[in-house]
């Protein structure tokens, strides 16, 4: 269940705010490849896929409940392992904050100054920062008699934003339009920092998870595609292209990129977005395990309510809708099951492998519209059980009612790129810690809408806040640069 969306309403009062605080507004379109800092502990860690699985439940709560308002819908939280966080700077002067990556929320929202009760310390290593508008040169903190803004207003008169999950977590505050500032690599390799307004939330009360010490960083930065997605906000203002793409290492401490704007690379396929949906979904068609295909009936697959396909970085193994979970498991045991020991571990199918998984495992195949196959190794679906790390290998996709979500475990390995633009998601193979091409987005229908061929013959300026990656569970701290 969730809250009707309002989006022509959302953009107006957007609009309106930015308008109102800056003007004149001078700004050109750019890619940004952010520093992308990732929290990871690995699955067959102490930690246990209960836990993990247990965290991905309270974020899936929060994914599919209502939200009030601007329907700001979507997760607010701190995942407890495998957060990806990344540094930015907000205000004038500028403050940094560190803010977390979530494809499941719109708003950019941090901790306000004013905040009573949010945390003070993080076990991620980090030292906490708060927003205080106050001494901001730059900041505008919306009044709810801005014509612009709804009737919910703080006791302050400041207009206001509140987010109840069902898991009993809530943020609240109020809306602000401050400077967001971007390194940018000109064309001629020189680096200037830019600036441009942005409406985001400061916070002043969380509960539930969200305030808790041992997970918690400085808010939120949300990559949705509603109109107060940053993402929306700044590509609307030609500041960066309607596109955005990651790269997600999945051994080692990982690693990868995170980039506002397009990765290229040869071999990507694309696939449509289902429309009018508030997440990434997808229309996956049918799953095929060593080439032969699952008998279950692709309805089972499609977008409805409290159903459908999507893809989330905050989610961190991967959900089957609970028609094809046994499919799925039946398919594998029977081609593994000369070679392995079918086993149950925490509720999951396991098995005792003494050869290469790799060998012993089938491709897995998801194929979705437009004949675009994402094409899963072993290592895509199988993580190893914290009961032996030797030889016991599981199956990190879990039974769900009603939705399939592909999650960190499935998109490691790979540049995904959204396109909002052409609106389709596209992915292919590649080594995250190699340095990626980064490009505006490219037409690829002749029918593009003349916002869309405005944006693409805009002068482009690759801005870079390079990538790394923090690990909770090393002292060392990997970093990782795009510019290498």
């Given amino acids: 269940m969730r809250a009707e969306r309002s989006s022509w309403m959302e953009f107006l009062f957007t609009a309106a705010l930015i308008l109102a605080a800056f003007s004149p507004l001078a700004v050109s ?179 539930g998870e969200l305030g808790d010490s041992a997970l918690a960083v400085d808010g939120m930065f949300g990559l949705g595609h509603g109109p107060l997605s940053p993402i929306s906000q700044l590509s609307s203002e030609g500041v960066i292209p309607r596109v955005f793409s990651h790269c997600l290492k999945g051994e080692g401490l990982g690693g990868g990129t995170f980039v506002l704007g397009e990765i290229s690379e040869p071999g990507m396929v694309y696939t449509p977005l289902v429309p009018a949906q508030p997440h990434y979904n997808l229309d996956l068609q049918s799953i095929a395990v060593n080439g032969e295909l699952l008998p279950v009936d692709s309805s089972v697959f499609t977008t409805s309510t409290g159903r459908g396909t999507f893809i989330d970085s905050g989610t961190t193994l991967a959900y089957l ?16 099951s000369p070679s392995a020991t079918p086993i149950l571990s925490e509720g999951q199918q396991c098995y005792s492998v003494t050869s290469s998984v790799s060998q012993v495992f089938p491709a897995v195949s998801f194929n979705f519209a437009n004949s675009a196959s994402l094409l899963l190794k072993p290592a895509d679906y199988l993580h190893q059980s914290v009961m032996d790390v030797g030889g016991i290998w599981c199956i990190g996709f879990l039974k769900k009612p009603g939705v399939t979500i592909l999650g960190d ?39 593009a809408s003349s916002s869309d061929m405005l944006l693409t013959s805009l002068p482009l300026a690759i801005i870079i806040l390079s990538l790394q990656i923090f690990s909770v569970i090393v002292d060392q701290v990997n970093v990782i640069s795009v510019l290498s």
């Fill in 29 to 207: 379109c750019a890619t940004t490849v952010l520093r992308l800092e990732r929290t990871p502990v690995p699955l067959n860690s102490s930690a246990g896929v209960e836990k993990i699985s247990a965290q991905d439940r309270a974020r899936h709560a929060r994914l599919f409940s209502g939200v009030a308002n601007f329907s700001v819908y979507g997760s607010a939280d701190c995942e407890l392992y495998g957060i990806y966080y990344t540094k930015v700077k907000l205000g004038s002067p500028p403050q940094e904050f560190s803010l977390q990556i979530d494809t499941g929320s719109d708003l950019l929202w941090v901790s306000a100054k004013t905040c009573g009760n949010c945390p003070r310390s993080s076990s991620f290593r980090i030292e906490l920062r708060f927003y205080d508008a106050a001494a901001s040169s730059t900041a505008k903190v919306v009044p709810c008699s801005n014509k612009a803004c709804p009737t919910r207003c703080t006791e302050n008169g400041e207009c206001s934003y509140k987010i109840n999950y069902e898991d009993h977590s809530e943020t609240d505050g109020y809306y602000v339009v401050d400077r967001i500032y971007l390194d940018s690599i000109q064309p001629d390799s020189t680096i200037a920092t830019s600036s441009a307004p942005i409406v985001f939330g400061a916070s002043t009360y969380q509960s």
């Fill in 321 to 336: 809708v609970e028609e094809a979970y046994e499919p799925f498991i039946s398919a594998v045991t029977a081609v593994v």
């Fill in 409 to 447: 475990l499935v998109l490691k390995d790979k540049i995904v790129v959204y396109d909002l633009v052409h609106q389709q998601i596209g992915w292919t193979y590649y080594d995250c810690l190699k340095a990626v091409n980064v490009s505006a987005p490219k037409q690829r229908s002749s029918s």
